[in-house]
């Protein structure tokens, strides 16, 4: 039993360390000495098996709570064959996020969106002003090159890294690129990704290949490397295979991070919003109070109502809203106020499991059963209604968020972050207003 509570106890400190508030000064005297440290959120930075782990738990906020901006481009995929035409898509997409990343914008949220025959990106901007720049930075072309080793400075040459050594332009960029896709070695089954040059290709890269064996050529886009392959033999035919310790997802993306080079898809920006972070401010703030209201008047009357049994269930609610707010900085869920009121309305299901519980339980107890025996049926017979409730809520949930990207629903915006909280909040709240409800009625009551 020691141990057990020693077990709860940890845990109840690293989720209270997860749902700290960020950057809150501490001050005070000891000994006449002034001591101040910040409270931030639980973060880890450790090493398990040579792989690093850094993960912080803050509070990620959207577009309406930030501020910044929000942009739509047109893409023009009339000169794409049909079937690459996902592909290109999706390569747009993420050379789009690439280049606000590097830009320096913390979580954009950058999407693919059809309307009627049109095909269109929608790009969220938190925190950003320079609009103009970030609009022009998105606009680019992709650019795929090939490099290869050049000559270095004599007095870096010994200590330079293998980006530093790759500073040659060897011409071949990817209109010389047919399609890239990804194949399985037949001998080990491990994921490659193929590449098929044109004509004018397969001389270039026969020339490159030639003279580059045992050497790295780095493939680029945008300045930015994704592979650094070494040539194992000159290749004549017109087509190449890039091998390395890929899983599958990651042979896909340098697929179709190489096809986005080879098949650029013009943009053109069609509506530009600025969002005031005041705004979100206010609402925010509004939010809280509205949230803080409701939430004092439903444990007033369960406690009210039930007496210690709604005590307990007013523990059990402050537990989940502490585990739900530490999932969405654990994943993390960019915040929106949308998503803000799916938690809200989450917590009403949270409440609405405890009272069939206690309500299961009260008409044992009138039956005649001793209390014991009471919680045990009530929480049995409650729990198929408490299961079919939630199940309903979170297949609306599912519906809203619309992962499958069916046209006839939405398909981005603040619609997905609501479902999304909402979602999350539910399957939470079963896990809370059913496990650990009857865990501290079971405890407090022995």
Not at 75 to 89: F, G, H, Q, R, S
Not at 324 to 350: D, E, H, K, N, Y
Request: proline share 4%; net charge positive; glycine share 10%.
């Amino acid at each position: 039993m020691n141990t057990r509570r020693f077990i709860y106890i940890v845990l109840l400190v690293l989720l209270v360390g997860m749902c700290l508030p960020e950057n809150v000064p501490v001050k005070f005297n000891v000994n006449k000495s002034k001591v101040n440290f910040v409270i931030n959120p639980l973060s880890i930075n450790t090493s398990i098996l040579g792989v690093q782990i850094k993960k912080e738990f803050k509070t990620k906020l959207g577009l309406d709570l930030k501020g910044g901006s929000h942009l739509v481009f047109k893409v023009d995929t009339k000169n794409i064959k049909p079937e690459d035409v996902k592909d290109a898509l999706a390569s747009a997409r993420d050379i789009i996020e690439k280049r606000v990343n590097y830009f320096g914008v913390s979580e954009p949220l950058v999407q693919n969106i059809k309307s009627g025959s049109e095909q269109r990106i929608s790009v969220d901007l938190p925190g950003i002003e320079n609009v103009s720049q970030a609009v022009a930075l998105i606009g680019q072309t992709a650019q795929l090159r090939f490099i290869e080793e050049g000559p270095l400075d004599p007095k870096i040459a010994t200590t330079a890294s293998l980006l530093e050594r790759l500073n040659k332009d060897t011409g071949m960029n990817g209109k010389h690129i047919k399609k890239s896709t990804v194949v399985f070695d037949p001998e080990t089954g491990k994921p490659q990704v193929s590449l098929a040059f044109t004509a004018e290709g397969s001389k270039l890269f026969e020339e490159i290949t030639g003279r580059n064996i045992g050497k790295p050529v780095g493939i680029f886009l945008d300045y930015m490397p994704i592979s650094a392959p070494t040539v194992q033999q000159k290749i004549v035919d017109g087509n190449a295979v890039i091998s390395g310790s890929f899983t599958t997802d990651e042979a896909k993306k340098l697929a179709i991070a190489i096809n986005s080079g080879a098949l650029p898809l013009p943009i053109q920006l069609i509506e530009q919003r600025n969002i005031g972070p005041s705004l979100g401010a206010d609402d925010v703030q509004k939010s809280v109070i509205a949230g803080g209201i409701g939430l004092f008047m439903v444990c007033f009357f369960m406690i009210g109502y039930y007496g210690k049994l709604g005590v307990i269930a007013t523990g059990a609610l402050a537990l989940y809203g502490m585990l739900s707010f530490a999932m969405f900085r654990a994943i993390p869920i960019v915040l929106t106020l949308p998503g803000i009121a799916g938690f809200i309305l989450s917590i009403g299901m949270a409440v609405d499991s405890n009272i069939l519980i206690f309500e299961r339980i009260k008409e044992e107890q009138r039956k005649g059963k001793d209390f014991k025996t009471s919680i045990r049926l009530g929480f049995g017979r409650a729990l198929d209604a408490i299961k079919d409730a939630n199940i309903t809520t979170m297949l609306v949930a599912f519906i809203l968020f619309n992962p499958l990207n069916w046209e006839f629903l939405p398909q981005f915006g603040m619609v997905r972050g609501f479902a999304l909280t909402l979602g999350i909040g539910v399957a939470t709240s079963l896990f809370t207003g059913v496990v650990i409800t009857k865990r501290l009625i079971q405890t407090f009551y022995k």
